[in-house]
T-cell receptor, first 118, second 108 residues
Framework: SAVISQKPSRDICQRGTSLTIQCQVD?????MFWYRQQPGQSLTLIAT?????????ESGFVIDKFPISRPNLTFSTLTVSNMSPEDSSIYLC???????????????FGAGSRLTVL | QKEVEQNSGPLSVPEGAIASLNCTYS??????FFWYRQYSGKSPELIMF????GDKEDGRFTAQLNKASQYVSLLIRDSQPSDSATYLC????????FGSGTRLQVQP
């Protein structure tokens, strides 16, 4: 399965600022997914990032708040803009890795970026 | 919208016992189902997936799928304290939809 490097691993941010999270994969992948995991909660999909096209955002997430770049098949960034304490969360990058003959597309996750907004 | 439901727990079992984790899903058209384990402060890691009705075994883990009842379960045999974690059920669609997770505590 793919190896994903995500940074920063954690950060403490001031209200109103923006932070960009980077995700680097050791192999070329078609789709990259950005998830959010708020404290004590499960994972919620923010958007799907395809190389060469606009990201597809899930209900409740907008491009102005979470702009995404996907400049090539191994890299993506997620920016959390104009942060508020409600944005304090773990942000996870993930990619699909084939599961052999089964065809099921298994997600592999990066280590996550834990953001705390004061 | 797909929904995946799990009991939040905690589910507490003694060491060596069988832990049974359950999950229901709303989309009858769902085809593939996944169980992830997440240790505190870590990212989720895949335990196993299943897409056919019945049981699928992998070591101490058995996934069970009943599409008619829209029900997926994970059995952990001979539970160990190292199995203490949150277990996330996920359903495949355009991307994975996760349940809220069940926290498992295995008591030594």
């Amino acid at each position: 399965s793919a190896v994903i490097s995500q940074k920063p691993s954690r950060d403490i941010c001031q209200r109103g600022t923006s932070l960009t999270i980077q995700c680097q994969v050791d192999s070329q992948v078609t789709m990259m997914f950005w998830y959010r995991q708020q404290p004590g909660q499960s994972l919620t999909l923010i958007a799907t990032a395809n190389q060469g096209s606009e990201a597809t955002y899930e209900s409740g997430f907008v491009i102005d708040k979470f702009p995404i770049s996907r400049p090539n098949l191994t890299f993506s960034t997620l920016t959390v803009s104009n942060m508020s304490p409600e944005d304090s969360s773990i942000y996870l990058c993930s990619v699909e890795g084939g599961a052999g003959q089964s065809g099921a597309n298994v997600l592999t996750f990066g280590a996550g970026s834990r953001l705390t907004v004061l | 919208q797909k929904e995946v439901e799990q009991n939040s727990g905690p589910l507490s079992v003694p060491e060596g016992a069988i832990a049974s984790l359950n999950c229901t899903y709303s989309d009858r058209g769902s085809q593939s189902f996944f169980w992830y384990r997440q240790y505190s402060g870590k990212s989720p890691e895949l335990i196993m997936f299943i897409y056919s009705n019945g049981d699928k075994e992998d070591g101490r883990f058995t996934a069970q799928l009943n599409k008619a009842s829209q029900y997926v379960s994970l059995l952990i045999r001979d539970s160990q304290p190292s199995d203490s974690a949150t277990y996330l059920c996920a359903v495949e669609g355009r991307a994975l939809t996760f349940g809220s997770g069940t926290r498992l505590q295995v008591q030594p």
